[in-house]
C-alpha cells in the first residue's frame, strides 16, 4: 500500500512541476488590449484559434473562449489541456447570435484569417501569457 501511495504522490508531483495537464502541452493564457492598453470588453463571447506545428512535427490548433476582460484561456483537447510548443497564428473568430447568424464583428476583418491576422505566438515548455494589440473597427 505504501508503494502505491508513493507512486501516485511522484505522479502527482510531476504534473504539478510541469506545469501542464498532459506530457507535451503547456498552460497559454492572454488577453487582448487596444492600442492604449484597455482590455478589448466587445470581444466577450467570441473565440480565439490558434494554429501551428508541435515539436513533434503534427499540425494541431487550439482555442480558447474571449471574456468581458479581452482574457482568454487555450486548450486543444479539452479544457485545461493547454498547447503545444512551437510557434503558431492566431486568429479571432466571430460569436453567432443564433445557430445561423454571426454578431456584428467589432474588429478590423483582418483577424478572420490565420494569413492576414498578423497575430502570432511562440509557445514554450513553461506557463505561458500572451498580451495582443488588435484595432477596432474602422480604426487605423
Known amino acids: 500500500m505504501r508503494r502505491v501511495a508513493s507512486g501516485l504522490m511522484i505522479c502527482l508531483v510531476a504534473l504539478v512541476s510541469t506545469g501542464c ?10 488577453q487582448f488590449v487596444d492600442a492604449t492598453g484597455a482590455p478589448v470588453t466587445v470581444l466577450e463571447g467570441f473565440e480565439v484559434s490558434l494554429e501551428g506545428k508541435g515539436q513533434d512535427g503534427k499540425d494541431y490548433s487550439s482555442i480558447g473562449k474571449i471574456d ?4 482568454f484561456e487555450l486548450f486543444t483537447d479539452r479544457p485545461g489541456d493547454g498547447v503545444p510548443m512551437g510557434e503558431c497564428k492566431i486568429l479571432i473568430q466571430p460569436k453567432m447570435k443564433d445557430s445561423e447568424r ?3 464583428y467589432p474588429l478590423n ?3 478572420r484569417t490565420f494569413e492576414k491576422s498578423g497575430l502570432t505566438a511562440k509557445v514554450e515548455p513553461k506557463p505561458n501569457e ?3 494589440t488588435v484595432e477596432l473597427k474602422g480604426k487605423n
Not at 21 to 30: E, H, L, M, Q
Open 21 to 30: 495537464g498532459r506530457s507535451g502541452f503547456y498552460p497559454a493564457k492572454g
Open 68 to 71: 468581458a476582460q479581452g482574457r
Open 102 to 104: 454571426e454578431a456584428p
Open 109 to 111: 476583418p483582418r483577424y
Open 130 to 132: 500572451f498580451k495582443f
